[in-house]
């Protein structure tokens, strides 16, 4: 089943392996994607779907160096180059939309933009900066009321521009510990007022950026990808995790989204989702269901056949092999990724895995 195509909602897909986003900081000037990127991409249209890396819709989002945009026409001519390569090969895209909120480092940001978050602090740990090399995060500014109503607003536009620039549809970050999952988590929020104090209100923004784009593009062109039990970027568990997800899960279902990508990262060593909420969660969302964390060909053909997935994602595969399908159709032996090269800005570690063959 892994290998025969499938439709999620209107969009055809050659098979069902989903190829996640990953960070590659290879974006330089301006933030704007380029030639090199629509390589790699292009290199890895085999995928049933390809979410991209995260690209933020604000210069307020752009805490990291060399991560993408698309906020501007220039933003939306290098995606162009991106999804034309794939679709060239017969692929399928979207985009992901990140806002990285106090995940930030001010060296990171154009001169303009200021760290936010849903309340004031400093996220714990450091980044790494081109200007300052490892630096801590930047203190965050909490957001107002009306910061929340420009970044939800920041979001829709940003979905538009991503139909301007070809992409089959976009993919809201709610995980990892960024903006979205910022609000979500009362670890981080500590706000009292309607986007905070309790489930509901915690589940506020990510309904609301939600709704917006897909008011702008329609929900059938809108995924969400969600890791409750996560611990990135000073998130964690807390009493009400798993009430809060399936919550918020319900009120995502009955918008009729694209799909909801469940991440699980106990693979790189972090505390696992539990698998009765993974279950009540594909029971709750009434729409294509992607799994991700630590699959192989096996896990994930076992995944789809007792019904507990409809698509499967894979990251670091994909990375370093970008015939993942083909290998994995095959049994073919996988090239190991070179991690010194993640977010470096050239070619090395990127476009140059080989093939079958090569």
Excluded at 78 to 102: E, F, P, S, Y
Excluded at 264 to 284: C, F, I, N
Aim: glycine share 10%; hydrophobic share 40%.
């Amino acid at each position: 089943m892994l290998f025969e195509p499938v439709r999620i909602r209107s969009l055809p897909l050659s098979n069902r392996i989903v190829m996640a986003p990953m960070t590659r900081s290879r974006a330089v000037e301006g933030h704007t994607p380029n030639a090199l990127m629509a390589e790699y991409y292009a290199q890895r249209a085999s995928a049933g779907l390809i979410v991209s890396e995260a690209a933020s819709p604000s210069p307020k989002g752009l805490g990291y160096p060399r991560i993408p945009g698309l906020f501007t026409m220039e933003h939306v001519r290098g995606w162009r180059l991106i999804t034309d390569a794939v679709h060239a090969r017969g692929g399928k895209i979207v985009i992901q939309l990140m806002h990285t909120g106090r995940v930030a480092h001010v060296a990171n940001l154009p001169a303009e933009a200021e760290v936010l978050g849903p309340v004031a602090g400093v996220c714990p740990g450091e980044m790494y900066t081109d200007a300052l090399g490892p630096q801590p995060f930047s203190p965050a500014r909490a957001m107002s009321e009306r910061d929340i109503a420009q970044a939800v607003d920041e979001f829709a536009q940003s979905a538009g521009l991503a139909i301007e620039a070809g992409f089959d549809g976009v993919e809201l970050h709610a995980a990892n510990g960024y903006l979205i999952e910022q609000f979500l988590n009362p670890n981080v929020n500590q706000r009292t007022d309607g986007y905070g104090g309790g489930i509901e209100g915690r589940n506020r923004f990510a309904l609301e950026v939600t709704r917006a784009v897909a008011g702008a593009i329609g929900a059938d062109k809108v995924g969400i990808r969600l890791s409750p039990h996560g611990v990135f970027n000073g998130t964690g568990a807390f009493a009400e995790v798993d009430a809060q997800y399936l919550a918020l899960c319900e009120e995502l279902s009955a918008l009729g989204l694209l799909y909801l990508h469940l991440l699980d990262h106990s693979a790189m060593g972090t505390p696992p989702v539990p698998e009765a909420l993974k279950r009540q969660l594909r029971e709750r969302f009434d729409g294509p269901f992607i799994l991700a964390g630590g699959f192989d060909r096996t896990t994930a053909e076992t995944a789809i056949a007792e019904g507990r997935a409809d698509l499967v994602a894979f990251g670091r595969p994909f990375l370093a092999n970008p015939d993942l399908v083909e290998r994995m159709r095959a049994g073919a032996e996988l090239n190991a990724p070179d991690v010194s090269t993640f977010y470096t800005p050239d070619a090395k570690g990127y476009t140059d895995y080989p093939a079958l063959g090569g």
